[in-house]
């Protein structure tokens, strides 16, 4: 009598299937956009605009690798800034009524806080491509309220300067944040209701508002990192696939194989019967643990090896590294892996210029809100271009234009983070209350003493080194070579 193989179907089908299928995790992405989406909206970003901005706010929450990459660039520039005359008179200058104007200026800047109301700006602008918002301010208090892009379009330029149009059928749609608006917003409104048709979108008084857009070189909005979209959810879905593997890398399949007497050549001659097979099957079952399978069959049955081939590359590696570099960025950022520093400071570099470029829009939004403040005298502001990685550099470059008479005393209090009016109020407090300068000595430093005790030359800057002479410093190279040879081996 022909006897059934006896298999733990249910422990393998557990094991083995369920895990497969189970490609969403709570942490998943996937949830609400699938890359065929993406590639959906990028055939036509102009019509999908609200898509694709969508995309990018929902990646900023979901995928920590975006959200790292908007805020690198969101929280590279310092904003560190200076406020200059320009057209001035110098013949004809009335000092009283100069440096009066000039403090006000430097008293409006001071309340603006321009360093957090623009953090503020670059996040979303990095996010969305445009930041729309309206200005609240008090006589000792101000703030940017951002205004949702969905009823906002750019309407006109002033001064080089991005003006916009918002639509009002959006208190149709949101009745009661018409009080939480400004007095313009609720002037405009009524005008809407008496023709919703020609004053849907009405342009907002320039003066109050600030619009901001990264892409200046297109005319409709488009998230700047719209590129590495695809390259997030290709991350995700190695992810999935790397930790589907390593449990299949874990699993094993034993087979216990029902002893037959082949002696007389009799087919089905089992030697031991059913039953017993199957007692000692489920015996061995139940001591197993969760990764491991049963099978117990007369056949013989050859070694099932799940495991993934040695020389497999490390897929999700190869996915972050696609990612950044469709973003244009270094991956040395935010991985140490194999990072020289002269390489990664040449990135940055790189990467500066385009925050570089977003300060120049800064200035001319605060430079047009300046004209309409001062009569007599014009200011304007000037941003340095500092970054958190080239502060220390930018002051030396200071530092050594004002010891040749070069007027950037002012320029080189901004690179220490000091705005211009915490630079006057601070030298008067110094200089003319506490008169510091004739109770404090000099600091001991390389220009009031010499450096006798030193030998050799000045070593170099990281960012000066070539990639050998990084990984001789790295790895102390030199000494080692000078040990060697003191100390040779016999």
């Not at 340095?384 to 080189?412: H, R, S």
């Amino acid at each position: 009598m022909s006897q059934p193989i006896v298999i733990d179907f249910a422990k393998l089908s557990k094991l083995i299937i369920n895990d497969l299928n189970d490609t969403t995790p709570s942490s998943s992405i996937n949830k609400k956009y699938t890359k065929e989406d993406i590639i959906r909206f990028m055939q036509n970003p102009r019509k999908n605009q609200k898509q694709l901005r969508e995309v990018s706010r929902y990646l900023y929450e979901a995928s920590p690798n975006y959200k790292r990459l908007i805020l690198y660039f969101a929280c590279l520039p310092t904003f560190d800034y200076i406020v200059t005359p320009y057209g001035l008179n110098i013949d004809k200058v009335n000092k009283k009524t100069f440096k009066t104007q000039y403090q006000k200026t430097l008293d409006l800047l001071e309340t603006m806080n321009l360093q957090h109301e623009f953090l503020k700006v670059l996040k979303i602008a990095f996010k969305e491509d445009v930041f729309y918002g309206y200005e609240h301010m008090t006589s000792d208090s101000y703030f940017i309220q951002p205004l949702d892009p969905d009823y906002c379009q750019i309407s006109s330029i002033e001064d080089g300067v991005y003006n916009f149009a918002f639509d009002f059928s959006y208190f149709d749609k949101y009745p009661k944040k018409l009080t939480q608006y400004p007095q313009e917003f609720q002037a405009k409104y009524k005008k809407y209701t008496k023709d919703k048709k020609n004053y849907r979108w009405q342009e907002l008084d320039s003066s109050n508002t600030i619009c901001f857009k990264v892409n200046e070189e297109l005319d409709y909005p488009l998230p700047p990192f719209n590129s590495v979209f695809e390259s997030v959810f290709d991350i995700e879905d190695y992810k999935k696939l790397k930790k589907v593997k390593t449990k299949l890398d874990n699993y094993m399949i034993l087979t216990q194989q029902i002893p037959i007497d082949d002696k007389n050549g009799e087919p089905n001659n089992f030697l031991i019967d059913l039953d017993t097979a199957i007692a000692f099957h489920n015996r061995a079952a139940q001591s197993l643990p969760e990764q491991v399978g049963l099978i117990t069959s007369p056949m013989k049955i050859d070694a099932i090896k799940l495991d993934r081939k040695q020389t497999d590359t490390d897929q999700v590696a190869q996915a972050e590294r696609d990612y950044y570099n469709a973003a244009g960025v270094s991956q040395f950022l935010f991985n140490s892996e194999k990072v020289t520093s002269a390489g990664l400071v040449r990135s940055i570099n790189t990467d500066e210029q385009i925050i570089f470029t977003l300060l120049r829009q800064f200035e001319r939004w605060v430079n047009r809100k300046l004209k309409n403040f001062n009569t007599t005298y014009q200011f304007r502001v000037r941003f340095l271009d500092t970054t958190v990685f080239n502060i220390d550099d930018v002051f030396e470059k200071y530092l050594k234009a004002a010891q040749y008479g070069m007027p950037v005393k002012l320029a080189l209090g901004a690179s220490l983070g000091l705005s211009g009016s915490e630079m006057v109020n601070m030298v008067f407090l110094e200089n003319e209350i506490m008169q510091l300068q004739n109770t404090l000595t000099p600091l001991a430093s390389s220009h009031t003493q010499s450096n006798k005790g030193e030998v050799g030359r000045p070593q170099k800057s990281d960012d000066k080194l070539t990639d050998s002479g990084d990984k001789t410093r790295i790895t102390d190279g030199n000494v080692r070579a000078f040990l060697l040879e003191a100390f040779p081996r016999t």
